[in-house]
């Protein structure tokens, strides 16, 4: 089984951008970095992510992409990307996290799936670039300090 040392894992937030065409500045960043992460083979999602993904694109009222089109990158993203199955270790974690760390259960279990899988970055707007909890290390993508760790 591969470490996820050299994976990092991305958010929901950060897969949305690059279909969002409201904030060009983060769009186009969201793009960049997702896309290297791609050719590098180091870029992880949670199953988590992908049903927020889908359910975000999907309502609204400004719908980004029909249902349709949302599962097609689902499966797009699945296809690119290692996938990261939330279990119950990781929400057990996940609830520890968001006692101890005061994070939303949410950002919880992204953060869990990431810790107990090895991967030492999660891509993502939620919390603040450069922030480590543990032995994870939050990196936001529209920081004006940002660069993919090597």
Known sequence: MRNGLDDILVDTNVLVYVYDPRDH??????????GQLIDRRAAAVSAQCLSEFFSVTTRGLRELLSKAEARTKVEGIAGSCRVVNVTDAIVIEGCRGAVQHGLSIWDALIWSAAKLNQIRYVLTEDARHGRRIETVTFLDPFDPSFALPE
Not at 25 to 34: E, G, M, N, S, T
Request: proline share 0%.
């Open 25 to 34: 500045r983060k769009q186009q960043r969201a793009v960049d970095v997702l």
